[in-house]
């Protein structure tokens, strides 16, 4: 029995009492959830209904609990209830009602954890977006592996997501990037204010071997060449680096285009229109500090040029126009400030900023060796980049390792950990229980032994203790996917595959045979556990997947 239908179960026993009571039954919610409890001596499954519905119907809580106990006690499945404080039902199943669930996962398979939990809900997501002046630094993978990860749950709970990528080619850091390509072209140090590193180097080759024409240009003209070929490379070796990670997005959105389109001037007299803009000193601002911004924003200035916060405004009501009802942009650590601004700016166009946009901070990444922190990237010159972490742990612990905590942390990813075939390596602990069960697997079929058919599978025989607490544990991944998805926090995920499943079937497996010994006879047993083997092996996998990472049958 799933937690859902257990909650089913539930409810149906409510309803029961209340029809026998006369108890208005429009008190009784759509639907409820079982949880487990924190002691699981207290049972499998708890239940707060009767604390929920006792002010409704003004029935002492104890009482309507012992009432939902009685009835809930006679459903198929349910081996007993008790109830504890004020009103809490705490359920034990019955073997047979438990191991079902092994069957349930199998049948279900890469479906399993998914729900309708986020349907209707249309969402923008936006990650990793930097300016196309160097490679992906190691901020920017952080996001690159929580964004993709956060979309996968996103999805798996029924929302309609686009991702997207937002290329700020326009503005003065491109000019600056141009400039550094023409001086490294000429044999020069790069501007004062410009890019180093050897990538520079490479980029300024490239363009040269594509356009050796740029080499009798004047400086002006080879400057412009430098900027459209350059920033054409640059945004290149961006895609190709994400999508060697595992991220690819379904829009790469240019900030040029929003120039380009007009859709500043849009956007503006959007906002114009919603009173919100006044002129001073030449400048065309905008009232934030209505909506609680610390000053007013300047979007175009006395001289005519646009700000970074108008291309900012024009983008987001781009995306709303485009049908997303949420926008959520995803920042690094020195964003914070920005916050405020853009929730005043969402208002300012009339919308709700707690509905419509949301932002979410995500801390630094330092990598260590030999536990010290790696400063300087040989290529980018500056900083550590995606390459650069991938080429030291590989894309599955990189992945696994930014995704594993939250991003309102600050993380140090030691590369002696998580390049070490050791259970204190995260992601080889949890990998190294989707290589065995899917070895137990191979082997079983081996020696003749296989699940067999589902009618003939004999749940109730998983009643051992530790065949129990896999099944509890397996039982709360639709739980956990959900609620990581709402939460918008995808370690939760990584912390459940290591804390509850793979160690619970670590414990499964020293103490619970699956192949039979020798000659020994193969029993319905053997078969049954076979069931729970592989269904562990599915709620790894699609785990893993939500997370970007593989699920290796062996290692």
Known sequence: MTPAELASVVLAAAHA????????????????????????????????????????????????????????????GVKSVDIAGPGFLNIRLDAAAAGQLARVIVETGAEYGRSDRLAGEKINLEFVSANPTGPVHIGGVRWAAVGDALSRLLRATGADVGTEYYFNDAGSQIDRFARSLLAAAKGEAAPEDGYGGAYIAEIAAEVQARRPEVRSLDDDAAQEVFRVEGVALMFDE???????????????????????????????????????????EGATWLRTTDFGDDKDRVLRKSNGEWTYFAADCAYYLDKRERGFERVVIMLGADHHGYIGRMKAMSACFGDDP??????????????????????????????????????????????????????????????????????????????????????????????????????????????HEKENELLKALAQFPAVVATAAELREPHRVARYLEESVAASYHRFYDNCRVLPLGDEEITDLHRARLWLNNATRTVIANGLYLLGVSAPERM
């Open 17 to 76: 009492v209340f029809e026998q009571r006369g108890l208005d039954r429009a008190a009784l919610p759509a639907s409820t959830v079982v949880e487990r409890p924190r002691n699981p001596e207290h049972g499998d499954y708890a239940s707060t209904l009767a604390l929920q519905l006792s002010k409704k119907v003004g029935v002492p809580p104890r009482e309507l609990a012992t009432a939902l106990a009685d009835e809930l006690g006679r459903a198929a």
């Open 238 to 280: 961006i895609r190709t680096s994400l999508r060697d990670f595992g991220v690819e997005f379904d829009t790469y959105f240019n900030e040029k285009d929003l120039h380009d389109r007009g859709e500043l001037d849009l956007a503006l007299a959007r906002l114009r229109q919603q009173g919100h803009l006044y002129e001073s």
């Open 354 to 463: 707690e509905r419509n946009l949301e932002i979410l901070i995500g801390q630094l990444v330092n990598l260590l060796r030999d536990g010290a922190p790696m400063r300087m990237s040989k290529r980018a010159g500056t900083v550590i980049t995606l390459e650069d972490l991938v080429d030291a742990i590989g894309v599955d612990a990189s992945r696994y390792a930014l995704a594993r905590y939250s991003s309102d942390s600050p993380i140090d990813i030691d590369i002696e950990l998580w390049t070490r075939a050791t259970r204190d390596n995260p992601v080889y602990y949890v990998q190294y229980v989707a290589a065995r069960t899917a070895g137990v697997a191979r082997n079983a079929a081996e020696v003749g032994l296989v699940p067999g058919d589902a009618d003939a599978f004999r749940p109730e025989l998983l009643d």
